[in-house]
């Protein structure tokens, strides 16, 4: 009687399954990072299970992936989240875009598993594209680590930096840290970054400013 029942507890408990928590293709950056913030309650009151960002784009559809992810790493840094629990995930299908948020508790079947690691390639990437800002009002727009890791993934991409300030030193100076910045700490090879200076008169109504682009180098013949 004691194995009967033993038997009919272990078959009564369901199986634990990965739940989506969220999924969006286009909010405002309180709203977005408020659903983040829902994910990482789901975390810490599940401190077993895993989290993954799974973000979906295509060819036509790169600058919006760098907006999203941008503003997930940095949000999940600004709250000091744990980075070992959370995985980023990117996914294409076709050119659809679009962000999930999921919780996979232990003992789950993993629908990620074959997708441990973030993908940085942009093979099909053509044209050069802006990949963030340095300023901005409300959202995150730029992580330097992350703009490295893309460069380090793929060497046939080149870094330009355009640089708007008021005064010629004073771009100068922020183009040089810049620059300095990536070499330095993220180790980015100095031919791989060019710095530009770009019209602070017509810029946002004369705001400060960095671009952050990735541009595909032309291959000699």
């Not at 599940?46 to 960002?53: E, I, K, Q, R």
């Not at 679009?98 to 942009?122: M, N, T």
């Not at 040089?176 to 791989?192: Q, W």
Request: proline residues 3%; aromatic residues 14%.
């Amino acid at each position: 009687m004691i194995l009967l029942a033993a038997v009919q507890f272990c078959f009564g408990q369901e199986k634990p399954r990965a739940v989506l928590v969220d999924k969006f293709d286009q909010l405002i950056c309180e709203n977005m990072e408020a659903r983040f913030d829902q994910l990482f309650i789901e975390l810490q009151n599940d401190p077993s299970s895993t989290g993954y960002v799974v973000i979906y784009s295509g060819e036509k559809s790169f600058r919006k992936r760098f907006l999203y992810e941008i503003e997930f790493i940095s949000h999940l840094k600004w709250r000091k989240f744990s980075t070992e629990r959370i995985k980023v995930i990117h996914l294409a299908e076709g050119d659809r875009f679009g962000i999930e948020l999921w919780k996979v508790p232990r003992g789950a079947d993993d629908p990620f598993s074959a997708h441990q690691e973030v993908e940085y390639s942009l093979a099909s990437l053509t044209k050069a594209t802006v990949f963030g800002n340095k300023f901005s009002e409300g959202c995150f727009t730029f992580d330097a680590e992350l703009y490295s890791n893309y460069l380090k993934a793929n060497p046939l991409l080149r870094g330009n930096i355009v640089v708007y300030e008021k005064s010629p030193g004073k771009a100068r100076k922020s183009g040089k840290d810049t620059v300095n910045k990536l070499v330095k700490k993220f180790h980015i090879a100095r031919d791989r970054l060019r710095v530009f200076y770009g019209n602070y008169q017509e810029y946002f109504l004369g705001y400060s400013d960095v671009e952050y682009w990735l541009v595909p180098v032309k291959k000699k013949q």
